[in-house]
């Protein structure tokens, strides 16, 4: 047997490791051009926030008539270079002596010369970022109010983690709330806009993608703002650039919740608010009175609140608006609101709703002679906390009858309506519909 001299050794081990760097290098590049497959193969992806999903900035200018020396113009101390200062989130709503300024510069007014909302005298609002996911993490991104005020920070990261880039295949569309939409031949100024900026981010998302068509994710109100969008642009433009329209906890026939909201107001959970001290803000709302229960779901029969003197349907909205003390309420609802309730249209496009179940959610609200002023006894049903289960499954009923209709309800139990933004079980389920969107062989079938 022959003996390999130390020099044949010394080359033999020098081969071996240029063979093993040149296996670590086609391995590395292999896993980097598969990473690059997968990062293409993506469709791009909006999300829209719901109501109060995002934040808001505020100015305030000369015509500001301020309602207490508290609430001057100096509040807040802090603003930047131009005056702008973030008006939702604002920690400060905390403190009862602000509540109230806080309440005043959300305030909407219905104009009836002009037929539309517009903000309060001397209040000039701004939504930042958009395009960006940036205002939809968390409502304050300050460090001590970070964590509590959280909103799509988990979802997106979990989309992050599946191959989206901010900026690239990810993308935010934040709105101002506050406003809504209107039937045909009614302005809506501020929600309209929109709608136009959030179509243009469609395009440009679509376009900079090498023309793949768009994943639209909702939340909350967001799906009431899609689905007007797509059933108000033609079928030929949805079938280029919407691939898939996931709605998540969408109140397609409104809650109860919100009459709860409009006879006796709501703290939203904030601790330490008197709800009366911003109902009259929660009221002035355009978008709040779009979320009124829909009588096409909730039956013009069934009561929802009931009063010593008087029971209210979702026929009555009306009577209810003249009887809690919101009479201004009833023209904008009956001439703008109503005919918009009878648009919830087929798009077209494929529809998936997750949602939340087996929370309690209110369903009848009981009033006793001490009226409106003071919350009421609450019967509650099935839901996700804030919108009925007849109201998150309205669509299965009505798209029936629309063989180029595909819809898809997925259910998650015990999960509430913010907290399936959160909720591990309910993210799996997210990640994994937008994985099978993404793929060109579905796992799972629409019905």
């Not at 071996?16 to 051009?33: D, H, Q, T, Y």
């Not at 997925?410 to 959160?422: A, N, P, R």
């Amino acid at each position: 047997m022959a003996i390999p001299s130390l020099g044949a050794s010394r080359r033999d081990k020098s081969e071996k490791r240029k063979e093993m760097k040149g296996l670590r290098f086609i391995v590395a590049m292999s896993l980097f051009c598969t990473c690059q497959a997968i990062s293409r193969g993506l469709h791009p992806l909006i999300l829209v926030p719901g109501n109060g999903g995002n934040q808001l900035e505020a100015r305030l200018t000369s015509d500001y008539k301020p309602s207490s020396l508290l609430c001057n113009r100096w509040y807040p101390i802090v603003k930047d270079s131009e005056g702008w200062f973030r008006l939702w989130f604002d920690p400060s709503v905390l403190l009862p002596p602000f509540t109230k300024c806080f309440a005043d510069r959300m305030m909407l007014y219905y104009d009836p010369d002009l037929d539309d909302f517009h903000n309060s005298p001397g209040v000039e609002t701004r939504v930042p970022h958009f395009g960006s996911t940036q205002s939809l993490l968390y409502l304050d991104p300050n460090f001590i109010w970070k964590e509590i005020t959280g909103y799509m920070a988990s979802l997106v990261e979990s989309l992050e983690r599946a191959g989206y880039v901010t900026g690239e295949t990810l993308f935010g569309a934040p709105y101002d709330f506050r406003y809504g939409l209107a039937a045909g031949g009614h302005p809506s100024r501020v929600g309209s806009k929109f709608l136009q900026d959030l179509k243009d981010l469609i395009e440009k998302a679509s376009n900079s993608n090498g023309g793949k068509p768009v994943i639209l994710v909702s939340h909350s109100l967001g799906g009431l703002f899609v689905l007007q969008l797509l059933n108000r642009n033609p079928l030929p433009w949805r079938k280029k650039f919407i691939k898939h329209f996931v709605a998540l906890s969408a109140p397609w026939g409104g809650t109860v919740e919100e009459m709860l909201t409009f006879a006796s107001g709501s703290t939203l959970g904030v601790p330490f608010v008197d709800p009366l001290d911003v109902r009259q803000e929660q009221r002035s709302s355009e978008s709040n009175l779009w979320l009124m229960p829909n009588p096409k779901v909730f039956g013009r029969q069934k009561p929802l609140v009931i009063t010593p003197n008087a029971t209210y349907s979702a026929n009555d909205i009306t009577e209810f608006l003249d009887a809690i003390g919101f009479p201004q309420g009833v023209h904008p609802y009956t001439t703008r609101i109503l005919p918009l309730l009878e648009q919830l249209n087929e798009p077209e496009v494929p529809v998936t709703c997750i949602i939340g179940t087996g929370v309690k959610t209110p369903e009848t609200l009981v009033y006793g002679e001490n009226g409106f002023d003071e919350q009421p006894d609450v019967i509650y049903g099935d839901g996700d906390g804030t919108v009925n289960m007849v109201s998150l499954l309205a669509l299965e009923s009505l798209w029936t009858d629309n063989e180029n209709q595909t819809l898809k309800v997925i259910t998650v139990g015990d999960v509430s309506h913010t907290s399936i933004l959160k909720n591990d079980a309910a993210l799996d389920e997210i990640i994994g519909e937008i994985s099978d969107i993404n793929s060109l062989v579905s796992g799972r079938n629409f019905v």
